[in-house]
C-alpha cells in the first residue's frame, strides 16, 4: 500500500532554512505527481509545491514563491522541501501527498516550527 514518511522538521529561528524528506513505497513514484501540504495552526489544510513525475515541471504556490521549492529524487523514491526565509506563520504540519491539490494520499507529516 501506499507509504509516504516525512522527515526534517524542527524548530527553527525566523529566517532560518529547512529541508524537509519524504520517502515513498507502495506505488509508481515516477509516474506519480508529489505534492506538500501543510497545515498551520486552527487552518485549513493547504497545499504547498507540486512536482510531476519525473521533475521536470515544479510548482509552488504564489505566496510562497521563491523562499519554497519542491524537488524529487526518483532512483531513491524521495521528495524535498527546501524552505529558506522562514517565518512565524510557516509553523505547521507539513505533510508529502500524492497528486497535486490537498486530496490525496498523505503521510504522517513533520512539525515545523519557527520561533525566536
Known amino acids: 500500500q501506499v507509504q509516504l514518511v516525512e522527515s526534517g522538521g524542527g524548530l527553527v529561528q525566523p529566517g532560518g532554512s529547512l529541508r524537509l524528506s519524504c520517502v515513498a513505497s507502495g506505488f509508481a513514484f515516477s509516474r506519480t505527481v508529489m505534492s506538500w501540504v501543510r497545515q498551520c495552526p486552527g487552518k485549513e489544510v493547504e497545499w504547498v509545491a507540486g512536482s510531476n513525475g519525473d521533475g521536470s515541471s515544479t510548482k509552488v504556490v504564489d505566496s510562497l514563491r521563491g523562499r519554497f521549492a519542491i524537488s524529487r529524487d526518483n532512483a531513491k523514491n524521495m521528495v524535498y522541501l527546501q524552505m529558506n526565509d522562514l517565518r512565524l506563520d510557516d509553523t505547521a504540519v507539513y505533510y508529502c501527498?500524492?497528486?497535486w491539490g490537498t486530496g490525496g494520499p498523505r503521510g504522517q507529516g513533520t512539525q515545523v516550527t519557527v520561533s525566536s
Open positions: 501527498a500524492q497528486f
